[in-house]
């Protein structure tokens, strides 16, 4: 946590300022972003905060999609071997955040506070010297961190004071997995990290509320009650949340938090300390190389299949180089469940480097499994067949499942080939290895 840096440094992002006219529908008011700007007085903070998977870079991405008419500064932490998030964060809502900071290999509810701080005292710098214009500041906590430390930093830093105040705190809790993380923490303090980012928000977004019942859900929102009886919750699929009730609300009230904590300011600054699961680990692996689809997915399978060995898995992150693709594929598992797919495509002076990140129990055990496993989807040899390449097709469980055919395409749909049979079918054989096409 002492080996703090930053992944990105400070760069300006082309705002659209223009005001949208109003032609067509004959009306005075105007859309969008104005070229007027009301300077406040101090920047609002808005600190995202919720446990592995619970939807947080989902809802960063929302909200920069979303909002039209603010300008913030994001600072994303991160923690970890492998930086995934900023990869996460889709490239075409940068540019609606006057600042994009990566904290990574760290966690701000711990040591790099003071890395924080130092990032805030120069956003703080900017702001007042008018480099930059802002309305305001938008923090995405790890899903490991409590968010009390982070509010600690509003109050013990007069600088920070001066330029900042906590304007609301958002924790997303996941309706599907959210019992199971609070109830971790009645039988071991040490795993109550999800009850902390609960126990000091002022706003609870219950997200992924279409994948449980009604009896579940209203189990889920008396446990968030019985944390935090002042939050507002809001219940919501896909983190999508109403922007009025994230930004300018003036809802985080300290003093109410810690009245429900029974805990004053002075115990707060002195005492308290920050909720860690210390039984969670990591393991990140980072290498180029295309990866074949069909041979990644079985990898997965081996550990996010069964819900014995699933829920050791709290978080999976990847953004890989798929072969027989020129897109990202990316990779968000919680659990069993798993969301992935293809995204923007590569550029074309950038590095096409994999990324995964393993976020779980018994993790260190498992790290060399873990990299050799993920290394072993690479692509490191030529096909051996070329188009027009007469082979045997495995085209049924059986033994004697063969048909003759001939290859038409490689990489196809992300398959290794793509044969056309003897009958006139076609079919493709998902990698290059004997059980699924050999030499005729």
Not at 187 to 205: E, H, M, P, R
Not at 249 to 256: P, T
Request: charged share 25%.
């Amino acid at each position: 946590l002492d080996q703090v840096q930053f992944g990105s440094s400070f760069s300006e992002a082309s705002m659209d300022k223009r005001r949208k006219t109003d032609e067509g529908h004959g009306h005075g008011h105007s859309h969008g972003y104005s070229n007027s700007y009301a300077r406040p007085a101090r920047l609002p903070v808005t600190v995202l905060t919720g446990y592995l998977g619970a939807g947080k870079t989902t809802l960063l991405n929302y909200i920069l999609r979303e909002q039209h008419d603010k300008k913030l500064a994001v600072i994303e932490n991160e923690i970890g071997e492998v930086s995934i998030d900023d990869a996460l964060v889709e490239q075409k809502h940068q540019d609606m955040a006057e600042e994009l900071v990566l904290l990574d290999n760290g966690c701000i509810c711990c040591t790099v506070r003071g890395d924080l701080i130092q990032t805030l005292h120069n956003i703080g710098k900017r702001f007042a010297s008018g480099q930059v214009q802002l309305d305001g500041v938008l923090i995405e906590l790890t899903g490991m961190a409590d968010p009390a430390p982070v509010v600690q930093t509003f109050i013990v830093d007069p600088e920070v004071q001066r330029s900042f105040m906590v304007d609301n705190v958002v924790a997303l809790v996941d309706a599907l997995h959210g019992l199971e993380k609070l109830d971790e923490s009645k039988g071991d303090v040490s795993k109550g990290t999800a009850c902390a980012q609960i126990a000091f928000s002022s706003t609870v977004l219950l997200n992924k509320i279409d994948l449980v019942d009604q009896m579940q859900l209203d189990q889920v929102k008396k446990r968030i009650k019985e944390l935090n009886g002042a939050a507002e919750i809001i219940p919501c699929q896909q983190a999508k949340a109403p922007m009025a009730k994230l930004f300018n609300v003036g809802c985080f009230n300290l003093d109410k938090v810690l009245e429900e904590q029974y805990m004053d300011e002075s115990e707060f600054r002195q005492f308290y300390t920050p909720k860690m699961d210390k039984s969670v680990s990591n393991v990140g692996v980072r290498c180029e190389g295309q990866v074949m689809m069909f041979a990644f997915q079985q990898f997965l399978d081996r550990y996010l299949d069964k819900e014995e060995t699933a829920k050791d898995f709290l978080r999976v992150k990847a953004v890989l180089n798929i072969a027989g693709s020129d897109r990202k594929f990316v990779l968000q598992c919680v659990h069993m469940l798993r969301n992935q797919g293809f995204t923007e495509p590569w550029g074309k002076t950038e590095k096409r480097e994999n990324r995964i990140i393993f976020i779980g129990r018994g993790m260190q055990p498992r790290r060399l499994e873990l990299t050799e496993g993920f290394k072993s989807c690479l692509q490191t040899k030529p096909l051996r067949f070329p188009v027009g390449t007469a082979v045997m097709a495995k085209t049924g469980a059986g033994p004697h499942d063969w048909e003759r055919g001939v290859v038409v395409r490689q990489w196809d749909e992300c398959n290794a080939y793509r044969l056309k049979l003897q009958g006139g079918d076609e079919v493709h054989a998902p990698m290059d290895m004997d059980c699924f096409v050999a030499k005729a």
